[in-house]
């Protein structure tokens, strides 16, 4: 009888081999252990059109590892809400390959919910040095750099020029030019991204960064907002909506509203990330050819960005890993880098572009965003970083539509957050 358990075994195997090949759809010869065969890539649905036909130029190259990619919602909260539901425990593990923002690889590493991976399959060594450091998590790889991001000051090159000013590189001047000569222009003077959601978060750590402070020490373990820097930081943005150089719009713009009202000859200055210099200055838009950009500006000079940008991550219950690093590998290799700035207008991570003639030609803006992305500040890392971001959000907001002072707003910033680490 032995054979036939012998053989009911077999069959079992070949079995559960034939049922792994159906459902993940990998030739056999790539099939279990090999970690081969389609996957999904989950990112969010802004800036996206480029990406279609780069993902088909590799499910042409690769049919047995075809992806598919899934857009979520433009704003960076609801997108990783939709991640944060799929990846969890019970979650429908619907996404292989991640574009996650990179402020939330801790969280998403702490949880389990992405795999290490290993350093030797990337080209970490030909990346703008900063943006590795937003990938790791407890000395280890969790995700790769694929887009990095850094604030810039965009404003009316025409209308400076008109009155014989430079582009300001400190607050007292911006204030100063968009307090006086965006009226005259029948422009308004400033705006960022200021509804509560994270680029609010940004753009308060960007002033507060700029004034000399912090929000988190230590890793996310030392609440460190409370401090003169802070207020003048969130000051600086509350006295703009209250004076009115700051319109009250504004407290309504996520990145896309904001870039509307520039570029349809709107605002003098406008806190923005690349992209919406590239798309102001595209022929259609009512401001072609009258746009500059500059670093952001601080109290005394130069200001501080925060460190944008997204990394590829692998969910932890990835179908296909192995293929799921090969897409990665694709999508941060050299040619399709290049793509991600001419096609899709984002700051690709590859150091050598920045100093490509033909790119700085075409793509003015990168000498300074080059320097501006080396000189960013991460935002906090934390394993809560969602809930750390909510706190600045709600308070910040507050500050800026008047309804507490920048002084208690930050005393009640620093009370949240400890409760929150
Ligand atoms: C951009 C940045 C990202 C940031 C988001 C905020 O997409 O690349 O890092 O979190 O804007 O809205």
Known sequence: MRWIHAAGRGLLVLLVILTGYAASGARADEGAGSGRGPLTLATAGDLTGYLGPLLEGWNRAHPDERVTLVELPDSADETRAQMATDLRDGGRHRFDVLNIDVNWTSEFAAADWIRPLPRDRFPLGSFLPPVVDTATYDGRLYAVPYVTNAGLLLYRKDVLAAEGVPPPRTWAEL????????????????????????????????????????????????????????????????????EGWIPKAALAYKEEESKQAFQNGRLLFLRNWPYAYVSASAPDSAVAGKVGAVPLPGPDGPGTSVLGGSNLAVGAHARHPDSAARLIAYLTGERVQRQVLTRGALPPVRADLYEDPALIEAFPYLPTLRESVLAAAPRPKSPRYDQVSLAVQAVVHDALTGRQTPEAAVRRLARELAAIS
């Open 175 to 242: 204030e100063r030019y968009a307090e006086t000569i965006a009226p005259k222009h029948g422009l308004d003077g400033y705006a960022g991204q200021f509804l509560p959601y994270e680029g609010l978060t940004v753009n308060a750590a960007e002033s507060v960064y700029s004034a000399g402070g912090s929000i988190l020490g230590d890793e996310g373990e030392r609440v460190t907002v409370d401090s003169a820097a802070a207020r003048e930081g969130i000051g600086f943005l509350a006295r703009g909506v209250r």
